[in-house]
Every structure is written in C-alpha cells, then in structure tokens.
C-alpha cells in the first residue's frame, strides 16, 4: 500500500510516477511530485519507481477558475 | 466563407445625432499610473463634471474596483434599486492598468447595484475601453441617471472632448453596432485600432442577466471583437439608462503613457514572463491554441463538469464531443488573440467563418468570440454537449447583452424542473424544454431578445423564477430551494462544489455571489487534501479571495497569474500561490507607482476593499450571514437518481466519515444522512471563515478588526454596529 494525497492506494511491483498518475486517472497536466517529500521532475517520471509503503503527493496547481 | 457585412446608410443615421450635451477637459499627463481624477456623468441631466481623487482614496481603496465601490457607495442611499436614476454604473481601472509589457493588464472593472442581487455587483472585462479611457485622463467613470431617449456617450479622448447624441437608428445589438460606430468615426481602416465601444442588447433590455460588450478592433480580422463584463445584470442597467453605446476614440498609446515611476523594470519583469509563457504554455494549459475551453475533459474527469443543472460531473460518453481537441480545430490559428496589447497569453480565441442557424440572423456568417469554458460548461449543464450549439448560443448572448453563465444556469434550472413536472408545453408555449434540447433553448434565448413569451421570464433569473414557479405553477419551494443554483440572486458559474466543502465557501461566501473568480479551491481542497481542517480551509478562503481581489484593484487580469507557471514552481514552499508571480506584480506595482509595497501590502490592500463591499451589502439589508446559504445542490445530491449515480462514493463516507453501515438502509435514509452531515459542515465552515476574516458569527465586520485594517471610518463602523 501506498499513500495518495493522504488516501491509502495498492502499491504494485514496478510502479512508476507515470503509472500512477494514469491509474488515478490525473489528466490534467500542471502537477507537482512529491515521493516522501521530494519532488520528482516531470521528465524522471516514467523511470520513477515508487517503493512500497511510500507517502505519494500530487498536487494540482491551480489554473482556470 | 466570407464574413456578412450589412449595409448601412452611416450618414442617415448620423444625421439623426442631436447634440444634447458637450464638454471640454484638460488633458493632462498621467502621474504613475493614476490621473488623480474622476469623470461623473448624469445621462438624465446631461451635467458632466470632474471630481479629484484624494490622496486617502488611494490609500484605502487603491483603484478599480475599489475606487468603483467608494463612489458607488456615495452616489446611493441604501434604499437605491438597480432601476433608479441614481444607481450608477462606475467603469473604473486601476494603477497598472494599460502597461504593455506585460501580460493581462488592460481590464477594466465595472460595478452597480444588481438587479440580480440588490447588492453591488462586480465584473472584470477586457478589451481597449478601460486603457484608453485612462489614457484619455481619467481614473474612473460614474454614469448616473436615466436618459429620456436613447443617447451615446462619445469620448475623444485626443482632443479631450465629451459629447452625449441623441442616437435613434443605430442598431441595438452588439455585432452589428460596435461595426456600425466604429464605421462611423474613424476615418479610415487604419484608425479603427484606436476606436473601443461599450453597448448591451436587445436582451439586456428584458433580462436581469445582461451584459456589457466592451469592443477592441482586430486589424488582422478587421473586426470589432468583443468581450464581456458578464455578470450581475449590469447591461440591464446600462440599457434602462437608454444608452446604446460609449464610443472611446484616442490615438496616441505609447509604451508608456502611465508614466510610470521606473520602465526599466516593467519591461524587465514583461520579458521574463514572455519568455516563459513561450517556452511553457504548450505543455501546460495551452492557453494560446486551445484558450480556457483546454479544461472541458480535464472537469469532466474530475467529476467537476456541471452535468444537468449540477446533478452530475460530466458525462464521459459525450465528453468527446466537445473536449481541447475539438477547440483547437474550431478556433482559428496562428493568429495572436490576445484582448489588450502584450498579452502573450492571447487566449481570447475566436470561431472564424461560423453560420447562425437560427434567429434574426440566420444564414449570416459570423466570427464568434469563444466560447470560454463557462460558456461551453453552462451548455453541459444543460446537457448540451454540442459545440455547435455553443458558438451559437454565445453568439446570439454576447450580442444580445445576456451572460452565458446566468443563461445556461437559469435553462439548466428550468429545465430541471421541466423535467420533474413543475412545467410543461402549456406553460412553455409549446416548448420542449427537457434537458438536451438546444433548439428550445436558443428560442428562449431569441425570446429574451424580443421581450415576449416564456423566455422572458427565464432571462429574469432563477431566484425570481424560484418565487414564479411556487406562485403559479404550485412548486414545492423546497425542492426549488434545492436545486436552484443561485446564491445571494446570482447564477453559479460551472464547476460542481459537492465534493469541496472549500468551494462551497468560495462560492457562496462570495461577496457578489457565487462567481469563481473570487476563490477557485478545489483541486487544492478536493484532489490534493491540502487543507483537510476547518482552520486549512479558512485560511485558503481568506488568502486566495484576498489575493484574487487584487487583480481587480489594478486593472488586471487574474488568467497570466496561474494559467501558466515558471518550470519551478513545483520546487517553491506554496506552489499554490506562485510565488514568482506574486513578485513579479508587486515590482509592477512598485515600479508603476514608485512605492515599495511587500506581498504582505498587497493582502492588505485588498482586505480593505474586501470588507467594505461585504458592509456595503450590509447597509442595504444584505450580506449576513443568512444570504451566504448555499441551496443543497451546492452541496450534495438532492434526488435519489443523483445518489444512486456515485452511490460507491456516498456510501464510502457514510461508513468512512460517519461510521454508519449503509447496508439495509433505504436511499432517502442514506441520503437523509449524508445532508444533515454536510449541512453540518457547511455551518462550521462559515464560522471558520468568518472568525479568520475577523467577522462575527453573523459575518460582519467587527469594529477592531476595522480598525486594524485601518477601515474604521465612521460611515462603515455606522453599519456595522447596528448589525453586530
Ligand atoms: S489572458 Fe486572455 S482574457 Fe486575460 S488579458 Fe490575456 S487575452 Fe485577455
């Protein structure tokens, strides 16, 4: 299990950033990173695997509104 | 196809013009950023007079739409009803306003007393008006009374002369007139560029819900576009005033006509944000290609696209229809949109080459300004997911002097309850008017505009339908209570806040109404979980409103703020906020006016504005904490098809939140429980807020909080003691 935005969420083997984001289906596209709270780039994404158990924020910047 | 150009006899028409009133001024140069001066007309009277600005209405109200608030305040009694003589519409822009250096910085703010709300009501516009106007040597401009005939108000601002027409035969809706006026002055194609109209429409003439058109000329589309000072019904004052138009013209804008206090910085400030704007737009919002409607699939995933009057969040069968994509190939490309001249955000896109299919202007072909995201979400709330329908009905709003949002809003209520029985074909007309019905809803539209049938009552909004429905048609006033969108008289703008006890604050908590552009905090509060606790949420909904109220004090607008971001903005401690550009405007501001003001002094300039709206809603038995309800609409599903639709997500809370086990409960006795729940919330909210933005429990300013904003001037410590 990893944590989401402060939600429990089931950690699999392999899990990448990109992966992630699909799963929880954030399609917008200003986000910002955050594994145990280090941010994480956008490009290292795809290659981020994040480990079992870890604090996972994405945070949604603010536009339209 | 080419545009349709009607043909007029411009002579004709303006040798019917009788000079009812003239007035000289002296220019005179622009001291950083303010004229020191106002302009008041009375269009009953005729009188035109100069007022000075004191130093202490700069230092309290800063400018815009604090200056507009101010003189709105001392030009009516509390009694003042939107269709008196003596409400004004004041047209007002702020220090910053008309640098062209940077992004966003023409808009003027406009505010009156509603006929929506019975409050004062404030909209943000773009277009060339507000710049030009300032330029022409004024801060503000107050119209007052109510003119025995239909008159235009003419500003050569070169020349500093004022003159008020008589204009009998020019047309009334917005195309064609701004093209008509525009045709008229200026001498040639060249000088169109430097002329800018402000008119309403047919629509505003019958319609709580008009708005203004504030043209800029498109030399590339040799067009007058237009964009709209929307919300609250100030066309419709405009219009009982029987003003078809103002007509600026003035030549001579320069880099720096604000003679600002140092340009080196301006222009410092200007590249950098250019520079990201190109190397970053495309990759975030796309603003420049795609413009606001880049959001319609992003809210339908977030179950945020208001979906049958706010019943539901989107519609992912239909999304496709009308997503980014089918945007960036219905707007015309490669053309810099951009509504005041530096905007690199340019996001004011347009539909070339479209043809009306309905309507007085049927088989015309037409450029249409939009839609923006509100305009194409106040069609899915009708579950209207057709962008055809959308070109269309913005079209025929934008010309008529209607706001798409209260239009879509009040058709989306209506035909809610349609649907549940309270209508029907009789009481219509003969009108369809379930949900999804686009041909139906463009004739109320067109009926708005003639001033006849059912449509003229849905353009008087759903508060006074509310009353309508139950004195006539037998309505339960609590489901209308429910389902009606509306908050303080005006029509909510297009997200869906059930899920954001937040947004249900920065909605309805909202000075003039629930319109987003006071607090925006749902993916903050919803998606990201930053602000899980009563006081997180309080102090997101005293910053972020704080915060937004600014870019209404200078003239500014608030899209170039977040709707692009440095790339690392991600790595900053409130990424929210966008520290970068909370620097950037205060070197603007600092640099334009020559004072050293800090983030702080910018929260501090809006609080001073913010509390004296809220009194000034007071005075006039408004803004308790009773007219900050939110229907339960706002809040949660109302009907059981609403529950049963994200029953997953309902029933998860009611175990999760409330420790309740859904199992063998009926769907009224879940839903019974989740709505005395967020009811619940909701009060706790408001004492939250209030306590942050140091109110009482009943929302009004409290006398040593005015004073420690330095707002206890006698006049407001008057209102609010009686009502504290
Ligand atoms: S960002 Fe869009 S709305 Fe704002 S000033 Fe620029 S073009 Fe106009």
Sequence with gaps: MITVNTESFPWEEGLTITRLIKRKRFTFRMLVVKIDGAVVKKPAWPETKIPDGADVQVIHLMSGG | ?724
Aim: hydrophobic share 35%.
């Design chain 2, 1 to 724: 196809m080419i545009r349709t150009k009607v043909a007029y006899d411009l002579q004709a028409i303006k040798a019917k013009h009788e000079l009812l009133a003239e007035y000289k001024y002296d220019i005179k140069p622009i001291d950083r950023g303010y004229n020191n001066r106002t302009l008041h007309i009375d269009v009953g009277s005729r009188a035109i007079t100069e007022k000075p600005v004191s130093g202490e209405m700069k230092r309290l109200f800063t400018g815009g739409k604090g200056f507009g608030m101010r003189l709105l305040w001392d030009a009516t009694r509390p009694q003042t009803k939107w269709n008196d003589p003596e409400n004004e519409i004041v047209f007002a822009f702020g220090p910053i306003c008309g640098i062209t250096q940077y992004a966003g910085t023409g808009k003027t703010l406009v505010v009156t007393i509603s006929p929506a709300t019975d409050i004062p009501i404030d909209s943000n516009v773009g277009g060339y008006f507000g710049p030009y106007f300032k330029f022409a040597g004024f801060d503000a401009l107050e119209l007052q009374g109510i003119s025995d005939r239909e008159v235009i108000i003419y500003f050569d601002g070169d020349k500093g002369v004022i003159k008020i027409f008589s204009a009998p035969d020019e047309e009334i809706n917005s195309h064609l007139l701004a093209e008509q006026l525009i045709e008229m002055y200026a001498k040639d194609e060249q000088e169109k560029k430097s002329f800018c109209t402000v008119s309403a429409g047919e629509g505003s003439d019958h319609a709580y819900m008009g708005c203004l058109n504030f043209s800029f000329y498109d030399r590339r589309r040799q067009l007058a576009r237009l964009k709209q000072a929307g919300r609250g019904g100030i066309g419709s004052v405009f219009r009982k005033k029987k003003i078809k138009a103002m007509v600026i013209k003035y030549t001579g804008t320069t880099p720096n006509n604000n003679n600002v206090a140092d340009i080196e910085t301006i222009k410092a400030v200007g590249a950098k944000y250019h520079r990201e704007m190109y190397e970053n737009d495309d990759a975030q919002c796309d603003m420049r290609h795609t413009g606001t409607p880049h959001l319609m699939e992003i809210m339908c995933d977030y179950d945020l696209l208001p979906t049958k009057n706010f019943q539901f969040g989107g519609d992912a069968e239909q999304i496709g229809k009308v997503d980014s994509h089918i945007w960036r190939e219905m707007f015309t490309q490669g053309i810099p949109d951009g509504c005041w001249y530096g905007c690199s955000m340019a996001c004011a896109k347009v539909i070339d080459n479209y043809m009306l299919r309905t309507g007085p202007y049927k088989g015309h072909v037409v450029s249409v300004d939009g839609p923006e995201y509100e305009t194409a979400g106040a069609s899915t709330n009708m579950n209207i997911y057709d962008p055809h329908f959308m070109a269309e009905m913005n079209f025929y709003c934008d010309t008529y002097g209607v706001d798409t949002i209260s239009f879509g809003t009040t058709m989306a209520f209506v035909m809610e309850c349609y649907e549940a029985g309270i209508l029907n074909l009789e009481i219509t007309g003969g009108y369809d008017l379930s949900f999804g019905r686009g041909e139906e809803s463009m004739e109320m539209l067109h009926q708005i505009a003639r001033g006849e049938g059912f449509g003229n009552l849905v353009g008087k909004g759903i508060r006074w339908l509310k009353k309508y429905f139950v004195e006539h048609y037998g309505a339960d006033p609590q489901f209308l209570e429910d389902i009606g969108m509306e908050g303080k008289g005006l029509e909510c703008s297009q997200y869906v806040s059930k899920e954001s006890l937040a947004q249900q604050g920065g909605y309805f908590i909202a000075n003039k109404g629930p319109q987003h552009d006071e607090a925006w905090l749902i993916f903050m509060d919803m998606v990201n979980k930053q602000i899980p606790t009563f006081e997180d949420k309080a102090n997101a909904l005293y910053y972020f409103p704080l915060w937004r109220t600014w870019f209404g004090l200078q003239g500014l607008c608030k899209l170039p703020w977040n709707d692009v971001e440095p790339t690392n903005n991600a790595e900053t401690d409130e990424p929210a906020k966008v520290p970068e550009h909370v620097e950037n405007y205060r070197q603007l501001y600092n640099a334009v006016t020559g004072q050293n003001i800090s983030a702080d002094d910018i929260i501090s300039q809006s609080e001073r504005v913010f509390n004296f709206q809220r009194i000034f809603a007071i005075r006039r038995g408004y803004g308790t904490r009773e007219h900050d309800r939110c229907p339960y609409r706002g809040m949660g599903p109302v009907t059981e098809t609403e529950y049963l639709s994200r029953a997953e997500r309902y029933d998860k809370q009611l175990v999760e939140i409330l420790g309740v086990n859904p199992e063998g409960k009926s769907t009224a006795e879940k839903m019974k429980l989740l709505r005395d729940y967020r009811e619940g919330q909701y009060q706790k909210l408001l004492d939250a807020v209030y306590a942050r933005r140091g109110w009482s429990r009943n929302a009004v300013p409290t006398v040593e909080h005015l004073k420690s904003i330095g707002m206890d001037l006698p006049e407001l410590l008057e209102v609010v003691k009686a009502n504290l």
